[in-house]
């Protein structure tokens, strides 16, 4: 995946966490997680 959309999504996780939405905050979590396990499991395998 692009850096550029990882640090975007680090971004918007930041900004949930400010304002004190932590619905957003967890879901935003969860899908960097994910994404990033994702990354990592297609550069093993390439």
Do not use: C, Q
């Not at 900004?15 to 297609?42: C, K």
């Amino acid at each position: 995946m692009d850096e550029k959309k990882m640090e975007k999504l680090y971004k918007l996780k930041e900004a949930a966490e400010s304002v004190g939405d932590n619905e957003a905050s967890a879901a935003l979590r969860w899908a960097i997680f994910e994404l990033e396990n994702l990354v990592g499991g297609n550069r093993d395998a390439g």
